[in-house]
C-alpha cells in the first residue's frame, strides 16, 4: 500500500481542525501521513495541531510566520514523503473512503492524475458536483477539451478534489506561486498537467466544500477581483493550451479558450429544494446506534453492516451510472453464483417485488444477466456482467477491511464459524415453521 500525504495548512482554524483532522486519520486508506501546517495563527490553531500531532504518529504539524496558503502548502510539499499527494483546507471535510478511492482509481487506470467528484456544502445544504459525466481514463487532450467546456469549474481550478504523483512534482518542481492571492490552485494544475499523459475520472464524491459566510474568500471575490483574477490567469491558461495541441489544433480552439475571461462556475452552489440537493444532517439517525456496546440489541451489527455496505454499492452505483437496486441485483447474482427467482431476490436484496423487475428488466436490457427459463420450471436470472466481478468482490473485501480491523486470522475465523452456525439454526427454525404452515 502506497503513502499518501495529506496537506492542510491552517490559519486561525481552531474551531475545525479537529473536524479535518479527523476526517483524514479516519480514512478507510491507513497508509497515511497529514502534514498540517500552521501559517502564523491568532488563535489557538497552533496549540491544536501539537494536540493532534501528539495522538497520532502519522500527523506531522508545522509552525512558520504568516506568508500565506501558497507559502504553507509549499511548506509542506517540501516535508512530504508519499508516492502520493492530496490536499485538503481546514474548514472542510472528506468522506470516509475518499483517499482510499482516489489511489485505487489512479493505480487501476496507470494515470497521473485522478480527479473526483465533491460535496458542495452551503448552511446546512449539500449537493453533489461533478462537471465529468462518465468514470474512466482521459489522455490530456481529451481532459483539456472537457475543460474547456466549464473552464471556471471549481472541479477543475481547485486542488482538494485530486490525487497527485509527487514524482511528477518534484521532478518538475511544480509549485504554488507565493507572489499571487487568487488562482494559485488554477495555476499550479496547469504546470501539473503538462507532465501528465492520463487523467483518471472517479465518479464518487471525494470532499466536502464547504461555503463560510464572511470568510476572508467570501468577502474578497468582488466583480473587480475575479476580473482581476482572470486577467492574471488566462496567461497561464493560454499557453497551457498551446503545449497540449499542435499549433492547428490550438488555433481552432483559441477563441473558446479566450472565452475562461467571461465563463463563471457551474459547481459552486447548493440550492435548498433543488434536485440533488440534501440536508447535510440526514445521517444522524446513525447516532441512535451508537450507545453502550453492551445493549442487547441484536439488529444493531446487521444494521450497520447494511448500512456500510449501502454506502459502497452507492460509490460503485457512481462509478457505473447505475442506481443502488442494481448494484444490489448483480451483488445477490454474483454472490450466490447460481440462477436466482425473482422471488429469491426479493429475499436477498430486501427489496419488494416491483422494484426486483424493474431492475432485471433494466439489465436484461443491458446484457447484464440472462433469463433462463426451464421447461416447466420457474423463470429465473443469472449474472452475465463479468465486468462488473472485480468490483463487487472488492464490496466484501473493503467491507471486510473496516468489519474486522484490529481482528486476528483465528479471530476472523472463529467469527465466520460462528456466523455459520448462527445462521444454520434460524435458517433450519424459519423452514420448519414454514413447513407446519404448508
Known sequence: MEKVSVIVPVYNGEKCIKRCADSILNQDYPELELILVDDGSRDRSWEILQAVAAADTRVKAIHQENGGVSSARNRALAEASGTYVQFADVDDWLPMDATKLLVREMEAQSAQLTVGDFYRVVEGNVSE???????????LQQY???????????????LWNKLYRRDIIERYDVRMDENISYSEDMIFNLEYLLHVETVAILKAPVYYYQYTRGSLVDQSLNLSSTIKMKKNVIGYYNEFFRKTFDAPAYQERLPVIYGYLLAFSHDSLALPFSPGTRKLNEGEALSALSGERGTGFPMRSAILQARMLGRYMETLGRKHGMDEARIKLLYCMEKGKVPCSVERLCLLTGMGKPAVIAGLARLLADGLVRRESPLGGKERFSFQAPEFTEDLQQLDRDLDAVCFADFTEEEIRRYRDMEKRISSSILQRLQAETANRS
Open 129 to 139: 458536483k461533478g462537471s465529468i459525466e462518465k468514470s474512466g481514463t482521459l489522455s
Open 144 to 158: 483539456a477539451d472537457e475543460m474547456m467546456h466549464a473552464p471556471a469549474d471549481l472541479y477543475y481550478g481547485v
